[in-house]
């Protein structure tokens, strides 16, 4: 096999916030990729308005950086677990990876997602300590943490001698030694050279281009963004295209981009290890594959790990339907979710009872919440059921995901984190009290036992506790779970919201709602402290009299409504309950909003209840 030296493709892989993007930050700086008049931008691959936001990257984005005669081609992946599907697609891109590890935090649960991936692959592993610099960094242990993951996920011993180097990616440093702090990135850039293979191809071999990844440019149309494996590709050339199906059809390259630091520039030809964005193909899929016409041989079709989670999307039909977005038709929603399945893997759209509805099933709750975020930011109003777990029939019997979840928290509230946990049929373990007031535990939840924990776990660590989960496995159906043990105030008629109202009701009752917000019979209008619904009147008006009262202008003070967010009315709604998603509003109701219906449904419920129990 031939290599092309001068080349070298990486990934940079790690948990949720261990510091990935700021790594590619340093790296671009010391490159030279800014110039001399550029500001630079924190996390300036994180370029989507919500990975700003929420301080997380949600897309694998690729940057090129040039160190002497050598191109470094850099792939930055997601480090949260509902995302994997683009960790899966960027390890396809690369030679090796970068793992990164947080010297405080150690190896967490998509730490072992993404190495297990990566060792798959055959991948060498770069070990990279990060945030050394940490009061509270535990270096060696963490190496040896390490070291356990490589040996619990069965890693070859060619995989298990693999290099360390430490690392404070935010002061932009990285030295071979511990303990010992760096200047710059060199000894990370050394490294790179060394241990990351570059791209082999065969000589001669007939072209081969994976598509990878998919991109779109308000010039040209839809980018694909592939990899080249053998082969040169050149602009203006006339190819093949290897469907999914099998099937050959001719299309010709009218466009071609390489990438130099954050910016993609025209080429003319690409060679094998070569990451290049080709345009002229409206609709190129991902894991196909471009070829040569005259001898054709695709690639084969890459594959993700399946969904584990479902929710079901359909258009918005409250009484205040229309009030705020534009996109409001079954047509607009459904081109909407087959737009977003070209470039989303690990997602899958399937139909419904009703036309007007359709199911989403995906990784995790985040991954569907941000989709619906999305959705609703382009103007889209919609109706979101309530999230529930993807389940399989293995050899004759029923299974459903299960969730590794790993929390650290203050060392006082172990005991109400543990009861938590069971109540939800979690199984520990592993427990380690690192000796600094905090306890780390490691549990194999149901996924299902896991929506709507967050919040709760949150409130009863006063919010000090850290959770992260990952898909682990498949595992026998664990019985009837109850998550939620609270009910819901439900408003029994249509109008605004009075103060005088909410005075009664904020003493039973956590409210959802403020005075003079407009509520319709059905919407839920607070969280009751029992487990029973409740229909309340929260449109209630003071009586004007002529009679004079002893109390009758007292001051009473309301307490302020508790806002949710997106995500957090996801995980507070029961089986029975939907949110409603307008650009502006997120609210919640039941998913019948008749009380006569309603109430019928609840006596049903209660009866089955009481003919189980007797049985």
């Given amino acids: ?322 009030s705020d977005g534009d996109k409001l038709t079954a047509r607009v929603v459904k081109a909407r979710l087959d737009a977003e399945l070209v470039g989303n893997m690990s997602l899958r759209v399937l139909p419904t009872e009703r036309p007007d509805a359709w199911e989403v099933q995906a990784r995790g709750e985040l991954q569907l919440a941000i989709l619906v975020e999305q959705m609703r930011r382009e103007g889209f109003e919609l109706t979101v059921g309530k999230p529930q777990v993807v389940t399989r029939e293995i050899d004759g019997e029923l299974h459903e995901p299960v969730e590794r979840v790993t929390i650290d928290v203050p060392d006082e509230y172990l005991g109400a984190v543990t009861q938590l946990l069971a109540t939800r049929k979690g199984r520990m373990e592993n427990m380690v009290n690192h000796g600094t007031g905090w306890i780390r535990l490691d549990h194999v939840v149901p996924a299902r036992g896991l929506i709507g924990f967050r919040t709760e776990f949150l409130t009863e660590t006063r919010g000090t506790g850290v959770l992260n989960h990952t898909f682990e496995g498949m595992e026998p159906w664990f019985g009837e779970l109850r998550t939620r043990r609270t009910g819901s105030l439900v408003a029994d008629r249509k109008g605004p919201v009075t103060a005088y109202a909410l005075i009664g009701l904020q003493e039973r009752a956590q409210m959802l709602v403020g005075p003079t917000t407009e509520v319709y019979t059905g919407m839920i209008v607070g969280e009751n402290s029992r487990s029973e619904d409740m229909d309340v009147n929260v449109c209630k008006e003071k009586q004007l009299t002529n009679h004079r009262a002893a109390a009758a202008d007292q001051t009473v003070k309301l307490t302020p409504p508790k806002v949710l967010s997106l995500e957090q009315a996801l995980e507070f709604i029961a089986d029975d309950e939907c949110v409603e998603v307008t650009p502006t509003h997120v609210r919640l109701r039941k998913l019948d909003m008749d009380p006569i219906v309603r109430a019928r449904q609840a006596k049903a419920r209660k009866n089955a209840r009481l003919a189980e129990a007797k049985a």
């Avoid at 490159?31 to 990257?57: N, P």
């Avoid at 850099?74 to 509902?82: C, M, S, Y």
């Avoid at 050279?193 to 082999?200: G, R, T, V, Y």
Wanted: charged fraction near 25%; glycine fraction near 8%; aromatic fraction near 4%.
């Fill in 1 to 322: 096999m031939a290599r092309r030296e001068q080349l070298r493709n990486l990934a940079i892989v790690a948990h949720v916030d261990h510091g990935k993007t700021t790594l590619v930050d340093a790296m671009l700086a010391q490159t030279g990729a800014f110039g001399a008049h550029e500001e630079v931008i924190d996390r300036v691959m994180d370029s989507g308005d919500l990975e700003k936001e929420k301080g997380i990257t949600i897309l694998a984005k690729n940057t090129a950086v040039r160190r002497g005669d050598t191109v470094l081609n850099i792939v930055d992946t997601p480090g949260h677990a509902d995302f994997g599907g683009e960790v899966e697609r960027a390890l396809t891109m690369v030679d090796g990876v970068v793992l990164l590890v947080d010297a405080a935090e150690g190896p967490l649960p998509q730490t072992r997602f993404v190495l297990r991936k990566a060792l798959a692959r055959k991948l060498p592993v770069i070990l990279a300590i990060n945030k050394v610099d940490r009061p509270d960094a535990r270096i060696s242990d963490v190496v040896d943490e390490v070291y356990e993951l490589f040996l619990d996920i069965d890693a070859s011993d060619d995989q298990i001698d693999f290099p360390i180097v430490y690392c404070a990616a935010r002061d932009g440093w990285a030295s071979l030694e511990e303990g010992v702090p760096g200047e710059n990135l060199e000894p990370l850039f050394e490294l790179i050279l060394e241990h990351i293979p570059a791209p082999s191809y065969e000589e001669n071999h007939p072209l081969q281009a994976w598509v990878t990844n998919l991109d779109s440019s308000p010039y040209v149309g839809r980018l694909a963004l592939c990899r080249m494996v053998n082969g040169t590709l050149n602009k203006g050339e006339s190819v093949g295209l290897s469907r999914i199906d099998g099937s050959i059809q001719r299309v010709k390259i009218t466009e071609m981009y390489l990438t130099e630091a954050l910016t993609r520039v025209p080429a003319e030809s690409a060679g094998p290890g070569d990451l290049v964005a080709i345009a002229g193909i409206e609709d190129i899929l991902i894991g196909e594959t471009i070829v040569a016409l005259d001898d054709p041989r695709p690639m084969p079709v890459i594959a993700v790990d399946e969904p584990a989670l479902s929710m079901t999307i359909g258009i918005n039909t409250s009484p205040l339907a229309g």
